[in-house]
């Protein structure tokens, strides 16, 4: 059976808990990403920064984004699979939770993202399908 490790982007480039908005930003755009995981200062995993997060809880609220820190946007407890998770796993944790993007760890250690994208071409089609229905309902 196919792994997280198997499917996942490696190289997770994360965002720091005290870095802002902006620098969130500007990275994403760099990186040419939509979302970047936020890691505090003892490299732990605290969350994950959408570009909407952006739009929405720093433009939209009127905020500043050079002051808004990227540690302040982390909302409850992060979804993560583990590394070495089956592909079943991915697609409940998926589905379950409603995110396109699951953050891969190996113990505390952040070693990639698995995007509703790499599933789509690494599972078959149905899979995907259902995958995709559950998200957007």
């Not at 959408?50 to 500043?64: E, F, P």
Request: glycine share 10%; with cysteine; charged share 30%.
């Amino acid at each position: 059976m196919t792994t997280a490790r198997e499917i996942m982007t490696p190289d997770a480039t994360c965002i720091g808990a005290k870095e802002t908005a902006l620098d969130a930003a500007k990275k994403m755009t760099e990186l040419g990403v939509g979302a970047l995981p936020i890691c505090g200062t003892d490299e732990r995993l605290k969350g994950m920064l959408t570009d909407r997060d952006i739009v929405v809880k720093v433009l939209g609220a009127g905020n500043d984004p050079a002051q808004v820190k990227a540690g302040d946007l982390a909302q409850g407890e992060v979804v993560t699979i583990g590394a070495d998770d089956e592909a079943e796993e991915i697609l409940r944790t998926m589905s379950r939770h409603k995110v396109r993007r699951l953050p891969v760890i190996d113990g505390h250690t952040l070693v990639g993202i698995v995007a509703q994208a790499d599933v789509a071409r690494a599972l078959p089609d149905p899979k995907v399908g259902d995958l995709l229905e559950a998200i957007s309902t």
